[in-house]
């Protein structure tokens, strides 16, 4: 009586051994399997899957969104460039002479690159013809206008500059230091919240993403409670269970990737025009900086990640509870 | 290939379900278990295929001791034994050939392997022309096929049926006996709990009998 089943178990045995790349094989056919059926449990139905995908796009859309702003903002305010002037007016009646030993003088200070001297009579001609008020400064006895020394820095750096600029006005002969760091220094600081806001509204969003994909995947592991009981009652493993709600996961989160990248081009093909005409007023050959391939590429696996990581969320709060009864 | 040892089982409530309970059986044997509907008949297969762990004594299966069988390892030993139940546990929305092929999946088989180990287990139960159907277009006593053909479709050393015809009527009830008396030829371990005397008395084979959560060995 003995004698069948251990025959029985050791042809078992055989094929477990010489069915290794069947097995892989099989395994990664599984796997194809899990993910079709997954995906078009999903298509089946689409209206309520849409919704969950435009959510979840309009989640990932939001910071994406917001950083391209920031980018486009960095770019245009970089283009103010790396040159900065810096114009120490000198006081009045100050001798030539020495006011251009002081603008050979600056030269050899290493924050400096160059200089130049524009007496105040060179000043009050230079004023004459741009601003019209020639007549008006015929009638002044003497001229208002004060010798400057224009002065190109070496640094753009504007914590440096700011150094630079109170040395500068340490000169016996320098009456005011005129550059305008403050709004420089506005914009680093926008620029700096800007990244810290899109860091932020990235991150609740992202756990928004997690929380929206994780309760999905609960009612579906609901949804299908008796067939887990089912599949685990004839030996399904873990890993066997989990599979299928990991690429319902994947999915939700690919196809939300897919909303946000079409919402995020949508939103800057509209933008581009209008935003193209404004900033050329400062930089003629401004272009809106768009998703490139390699953003793509982040934002689709971004999406992907997060909705694997909500199911797996999920799935580990919920499937061990569901047990054969 | 099974045995228990003093096993006894209360469930958290306080339900003595099984009583110092020790029997054993030898591979290739075929035993009814019998007795009143809440003698402990289900809860000893629950044991088996550690849907149950027990609060005393002892449970092995093939030499293994279930006690030490972790969390992890269960799958495995739910795969070397063949379960059918009274509720067929069927999935409704797969085919029949899909319901057949979820143990073979589960444990990695090929394509090929699964087409036909599925078609030789759906032959054997007689529903070779059904396997493209749904289960709810069967009667209950091929649904009821169906389950065994997925308990027997990985070869499993052991068959374990939970009042296998407990919905039939007495000719189907006697075909699905039959179908485990032949699986029982060719040396699979099979028990079969049920109330339906008359079966079990002349199917002539060895009979345990619980009562209560107690069991006593019937004498043939
Ligand atoms: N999960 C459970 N919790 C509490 N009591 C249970 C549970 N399962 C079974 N029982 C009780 O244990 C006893 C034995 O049940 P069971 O093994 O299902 O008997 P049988 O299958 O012989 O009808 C019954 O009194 C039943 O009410
Ligand atoms: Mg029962």
New interface residues.
Partial sequence: ?????????SS?ATTAVT?FR??A???A??HRRVAVESLSSLLATWLTSLMTWLVIGIALALPIILYLMLVNVAEISGEWDGQPRISLYLVHGAAETEARDLAQRLLERPDIESTSFISSVDALVEFRAISGFGDVLNTLDHNPLPAVIEIRPSTTDVSQLRLQVTSLAGYELVDSVAFDLEWIERLFAILQFGERLVAAVGFVLALGVLLIIGNTIRLAIENRRS?I??????????S?VRRPFLYLGFWYGLGGAVCAWILVQGSLIFLSAPVETLAQSYRDDFALSGLGVLDSCIILGTGSALGILGALVAVSRHLKAI??? | ?IRFDEVSKRYPGGKEALVRVSFEL????MVFLTGHSGAGKSTMMKLI?L?ERPSQGQVFLAGTNLSRVSR?QI??????VG?VFQNH???F?RTVFDNVA??L???????R??GRRVRAALSKVGLSDKEKLFPVTLSGGEQQRVGIA?AVVN?P?VLLADEPTGNLDPELSKEIMDLFHQFNQ????VMIATHDLGLVSRMKRRELKLDHGRLEEVAL
Avoid: C, N, Y
């Fill in positions: 009586m003995t004698k069948t089943p251990a025959s029985s178990k078992g069915s069947a097995k094989l099989s395994w056919s599984h067939e009981e089912i599949v685990k009652l004839v030996g399904g493993t873990d066997f047990e054969p009864k | 290939m030898e591979a290739g044997e295929i849907m992890r799958p495995a030993v739910r795969r070397s379960v546990q069927l999935l929305d979820l143990p999946a589960i444990a990695g088989f090929g394509h392997e699964v997925r070869k050393a060719v040396g699979v371990t």
